[in-house]
């Protein structure tokens, strides 16, 4: 089974306006970590956001805030007040286990997203 | 502050040439290093992973090898490259040792390998 599921392969936004990107995940595991990166087409990944599955609270980093719904298992992403330089694929990552040595990561299949002006 | 350089940009080698591409990071000690594989449109597949010199994990069984002769470089290499080796081939570094789960991982810029 998939561990991260990101069912939107491509999604349009206006300029301005909120847009929300899914991402589902699976784990037995009672400690993880989502994160969320942005690539632009130049290909650079880009850490945007960190949420933890004993965070108490949403994150939240500017115009980026993540909506966890944690017995839903989804980490999804907003984007407030979306600008032309958003557009790019967006990846969902979890990193399962506290004590994970290699801290490595599992990457859902990205979501392209577009700003229309 | 930490950057990491991955070299080339881009590359365009014929089947069955060797590989080797390099990435290195400044501004840390005893990072976790990363190598993974994008094909186009697609997501990251991790391919190798270290937590230090000499150490080297594999994800994939391919004609593709890693290595990590110093701490803060990281090396892929192939003996004779495939078709199917063409894709975005992206170094990535984390803090080693540091065992909680909120460290994200940082990328290099990727080197583009097309295979002709």
């Known amino acids: 089974a998939q561990k991260i599921t990101q069912t939107q392969p491509g999604m349009f936004v206006q300029e301005k306006e909120a847009v929300t990107l899914d991402c589902t995940y699976d784990t037995s595991d009672p400690s993880y970590g989502l994160f969320w990166y942005k690539q632009p087409s130049s290909g650079e990944m880009i850490f945007l956001i960190y949420?933890?599955?004993?965070?108490?609270q949403n994150a939240t980093e500017g115009r980026y805030s993540l909506n966890f719904q944690k017995a839903r298992k989804s980490a999804n992403l907003v984007i407030s007040a979306s600008q032309l330089g958003d557009s790019a694929m967006y990846f969902c990552a979890m990193r399962e286990g506290l004590w994970n040595a290699g801290n490595m990561l599992t990457f859902g299949g990205g979501t392209r997203l577009m700003v229309k002006p | 502050s930490q950057t990491i350089h991955q070299w080339p940009a881009t590359l365009v080698q014929p089947v069955g040439s060797p590989l080797s591409l390099e990435c290195t990071v400044e501004g840390t000690s005893n990072p976790n290093l990363y190598w993974y594989r994008q094909a186009a449109g697609r997501g990251l597949q991790l391919l190798f992973y270290?937590?230090?010199?000499?150490?080297i994990s594999s994800e994939v069984p391919q004609n593709l090898s890693a290595s990590r002769p110093q701490d803060r470089q990281f090396i892929l290499s192939s003996k004779k490259l495939l078709l199917s080796d063409s894709g975005f081939y992206l170094c990535a570094w984390s803090q080693g040792r540091d065992r909680s789960s909120n460290q994200p991982q940082h990328f290099g810029d990727g080197t583009r390998l097309s295979i002709l």
């Open positions: 949420q933890g599955s004993y965070d108490q």
């Open positions: 270290s937590v230090g010199i000499g150490q």
